[in-house]
């Protein structure tokens, strides 16, 4: 079973807009850490932002915030005010803490097109 | 703002040659990784290491491969007979703390190596 969906492949957004990409994770421990990261065409991996399992708010960056749902196990990312260099695509991850793996687990990535 | 170095950013071999990807993790972080990504698709996790040993690895991170630290900077993949699917982006990440909640602050990645085995 997969443990991080994104289902959506691609998304456009005006720019200006909010937009909101969906991530859901499936996990059986009861501590983990979610993740979004940044990829441009460039290549590079940069992180955005985490939200921890136990954390009581959604995480906020700037710009983007995280709408974590824990019951629904949703940790969707809001990019509020989209701007051109916004285009990218955006990676889902999660890591299980006390799980014996340590490392992040990814999902398939949503391709952002932020149109001017 | 302190990061992640790769060497070099692009690298080309033959197929059966070896090759060594190189990386210079963030200076007080305890924990080293590699992943990779083939083009268009999701970032697979290779190995991870700690107090100078392999903690966990994927089915990916067969014998040919391998991970050393070979001084207190560096932090380096070897593949040891490269197959035309192993080209692929190899991104090195390193982090703070393992698994402390409270603590974590992602994994910091490199700028990638892409790997073309020709």
């Known amino acids: 079973a997969q443990k991080i969906t994104q289902t959506q492949p691609g998304m456009f957004v005006q720019e200006k807009e909010a937009v909101t990409l969906d991530c859901t994770y499936d996990?059986?421990?009861?501590?983990?850490?979610l993740f979004w990261y940044k990829q441009p065409s460039s290549g590079e991996m940069i992180f955005l932002i985490y939200?921890?399992?136990?954390?009581?708010q959604n995480a906020t960056e700037g710009r983007y915030s995280l709408n974590f749902q824990k019951a629904r196990k949703s940790a969707n990312l809001v990019i509020s005010a989209s701007q051109l260099g916004d285009s990218a695509m955006y990676f889902c991850?999660?890591?299980?803490?006390?799980?014996?793996?340590?490392?992040?687990?990814f999902g398939s990535g949503t391709q952002l097109t932020v149109l001017p | 703002e302190p990061e992640v170095t790769q060497t070099p950013s692009h690298q080309v071999t033959q197929m059966g040659q070896e090759v060594i990807l190189r990386c210079v993790p963030i200076?007080?972080?305890?924990?080293f990784y590699w992943y990779r990504q083939i083009l268009g698709q999701k970032v697979e996790f290779l190995v991870s290491?700690?107090?100078?040993?392999?903690?966990?690895k994927s089915e990916i991170f067969d014998d040919q491969f391998s991970v050393e630290r070979p001084d207190g900077s560096n932090f380096t993949l070897k593949i040891r007979s490269t197959k035309l699917e192993d080209s692929a982006m190899y991104f090195c990440?390193?982090?703070?703390?393992?698994?402390?909640?409270?603590?974590?602050?992602?994994?910091?990645f490199g700028q990638g190596t892409r790997l073309t085995v020709v």
């Open positions: 996990t059986s421990d009861p501590s983990y850490g």
């Open positions: 290491f700690y107090n100078n040993e392999i903690s966990e």
């Open positions: 991850a999660m890591r299980e803490v006390l799980s014996s793996a340590r490392q992040l687990t």
């Open positions: 200076s007080n972080h305890l924990y």
């Open positions: 990440a390193s982090s703070e703390r393992g698994n402390r909640p409270q603590k974590q602050t992602g994994l910091f």
């Open positions: 939200q921890g399992s136990y954390d009581q």
